[in-house]
């Protein structure tokens, strides 16, 4: 496995390649990544990996300084899932000296995470625009637990015409439900024990859906209502929206995300779950 930190080795080290799979991440791995990463190897035959915390998609009062990071930790776990090349920049090497480039997605980016984070998803929107242009990969690879980032970089790839499939694989979880994140590791043992609530609000609300519940209104209410049985839960949005637009819904016709953002202590989870109508 190759450890790149310059633009110019992975291009040179792309032209090697045939077929590629893509999976950028942030480091920190967990099973979600290498999930994506394995994958990435069997759909493609070759997989890259990128380990990049990203300033730009971090606010002035977020977590960019105390993000998790354990490089050499994450390079021998994708040294041992067989990764071909793994791009490891500093943040000058993407963003050198004089950079003033920065991709607007429009109002998918301005609600749900976007309205929580301003300017969140322009950051998101550039980064994977430059990786892409980088690694030059013919499928890239997410996670569905980044419900709105998924709809930015599917948009973000039909609006600026890039050759790249994205592929999305669904939010892999622990035993007790909650979606894996590194920003699990900042949950001290009582948060983490109160943590599977979320997972909990969005299948008691699903359960519902698929008893005939059509009412948006109603499964928000629900989300709200098993969330605040959890005391250390701190709700900051939840959500029933149109799966691709974003959009609020009032009444479920053909499908529905239901998303949420709650806090413990100082950390910020997120979650997800699709609703397709039969």
């Known amino acids: 496995m190759q450890v790149l930190p310059t633009i110019a080795q992975v291009r040179e080290a792309r ?3 045939g077929p590629l799979g893509f999976v950028p991440t942030m480091g920190f791995l967990h099973a979600g990544h290498l999930s994506l990463v394995e994958r990435a ?120 015409d890039m050759p790249v499939e994205v592929v999305i694989s669904p939010t892999v979880r622990e035993a007790d439900g909650l979606a894996m994140s590194s920003r699990n590791a900042y949950l001290s043992a009582p948060e983490r024990a109160g943590a599977p ?41 939840v959500s029933v929206a149109d799966p691709e637009s974003l959009v609020e819904l009032a009444k479920i016709s053909k499908g529905a995300l239901l998303s949420m953002a709650v806090r413990f202590g100082k950390t910020r989870l997120i979650d997800n779950l699709v609703l397709m109508a039969s």
């Open 15 to 17: 032209r090697a390649i």
């Open 41 to 160: 190897k069997a759909e493609c035959g070759a997989v890259a990996v990128s380990i990049f915390v990203n300033p730009t998609q971090f606010g002035p009062n977020e977590d960019l300084s105390r993000y998790p990071r354990d490089m050499d930790r994450d390079l021998r776990l994708l040294r041992e899932a067989g990764v071909d090349f793994v791009f490891t920049p500093e943040p000058p090497e993407v963003y050198p000296q004089g950079f003033e480039a920065s991709i607007d997605m429009g109002g998918v980016t301005r609600v749900l995470e976007g309205a929580s984070r301003p300017g969140h998803f322009a950051g998101v929107a550039t980064v994977v625009a430059k990786l892409f242009n980088i690694v030059q990969p013919t499928r890239a690879y997410f996670g569905q637990k980044d419900a709105q980032q998924c709809v930015v970089i599917r948009r973000l790839v039909r609006d600026l």
């Open 197 to 237: 609530v979320l997972y909990r609000a969005l299948t008691t609300a699903q359960s519902l859906f698929q008893s005939g519940e059509r009412s948006a209104d109603t499964l928000r209410q629900t989300l709200r209502d098993v969330l605040a049985s959890e005391p250390q839960a701190v709700i900051d949005y």
